[in-house]
């Protein structure tokens, strides 16, 4: 019983987790609500996003900011110029000044973005596999599908916004011309937290009214959905994790309960001798697994809550426990070891007075 008892107690643990940390994950997230809302187009003129469109976005009061930020395209053979070794696949990104300073990348070397005749940018992942240092007076050039530029800067980003350091940035005309339109055109647009619809319903209307270039809000989901779907996710690991162990466990029952008969089969055969059917010797033995897997589930559970409330305690955590989930974890353990008994209850019926005595 011992694989019930410790299947019980990992869904109890992990759902009564889940339940606990949901708090601590609402709070976490609600700090991190939606600050840039992502406007992405399928239809989207070369000459960019109309600038009326976004000078209405941000005469709003709670903007902060608007730039383009685009994945040009997602996979693109550059290399160092004349050194076909260093050959690596990147993104391309079409960005301006102030979609850069949205998502606060800076410049480690070399020319502000924009600030240069044309050429390209790296991001800083991107110039070490190319070789291409910090210094750039030497000329630095690099092929970019085939094409020749000059490197005019390195670009850092920061971690949410990691694909750009492994980037080649491109201004929109330079990116027009060498690999025509853009995959994923989009407009990052800085707003307060918890304004992120709203803004993003407004800007669709103001940058796009006839709908000619097919806008729609790209804006990763914040605190309204995320929080729940950790919780979910969390307590399916726990029922997965649970189920396993109790799958285990319900095989050990099976071989338990076996072995128990073959030493019982003079006990059983007495019986039998005495005048008990079938089916009651069958029901002997499965009432006894029914009866060892509630106190197996029973203990699982109290001592997956007694685990989780010092663990609380040292977190300094209010532990917060989901009845139906406790009953529903000790209702399995209890199924689990009833099935586990069924064989070996239909070995023990089928036993006869004369096979206990030959034994």
């Not at 109309?50 to 005469?59: A, F, M």
Request: charged residues 15%.
């Amino acid at each position: 019983m011992f694989g019930i008892l410790i299947g019980v107690a990992t869904v109890v643990s992990a759902v009564t987790l889940a339940d606990t940390q949901q708090v601590k994950v609402d709070r976490a997230f609600d700090q991190q609500r939606a600050s840039t809302v992502v406007i992405a187009g399928r239809n989207v003129p070369e000459s960019g996003f109309p600038e009326e469109g976004r000078e209405q976005v941000l005469s709003l009061s709670v903007t902060a900011g608007a730039g383009e930020l685009s994945i040009w395209r997602d996979n693109v053979a550059v290399a160092r110029a004349g050194a076909s070794d260093t050959t690596t696949v990147v993104p391309v990104v079409v960005a301006d000044a102030p979609g850069l300073d949205l998502i606060r990348a800076r410049s480690t070397a070399g020319a502000a973005f924009g600030q240069a005749p044309a050429g390209v940018w790296l991001g800083q992942d991107a110039a070490a596999r190319l070789g291409v240092g910090l210094d750039l007076d030497g000329g630095n050039r690099v092929e970019v599908d085939g094409r020749e530029y000059d490197v005019r800067g390195i670009l850092e980003a920061p971690p949410t916004y990691a694909y750009v350091n492994s980037s080649v940035i491109m201004t929109r005309p330079a990116a027009d011309a060498a690999l025509g339109a853009g995959e994923n055109v989009r407009l990052l647009i800085g707003v307060r937290p918890g304004s992120a619809a709203p803004v993003a319903a407004f800007a669709l209307s103001a940058l796009d009214p006839g709908n000619v270039m097919l806008l729609h809000n790209a804006t990763p989901p914040d605190s309204a959905r995320l929080p729940q779907q950790v919780g979910d996710q969390l307590r399916m690991l726990g029922i997965g994790l649970g189920v396993f162990v109790g799958v285990v466990g319900l095989i050990g029952v099976a071989n338990t309960l076996a072995m128990t008969v073959a030493y019982r089969i003079r006990e059983l055969g007495l019986r039998s001798a005495l005048g008990w059917s079938r089916r009651r010797l069958a029901g002997l033995i499965l009432v006894e697994s029914l009866l060892a897997g509630a106190l197996a589930s029973v203990i699982g559970a109290a001592v997956g809550l007694l685990g989780l409330s010092l663990w609380c305690a040292g977190q300094g955590l209010e532990l917060i426990v989901d009845p139906r989930w406790v009953l529903a974890a000790i209702t399995g353990g209890v199924g689990a070891a009833g099935l586990g008994g069924i064989l070996p209850a239909i070995q023990a019926g089928s036993i006869s007075p004369m096979e206990a005595l030959r034994s």
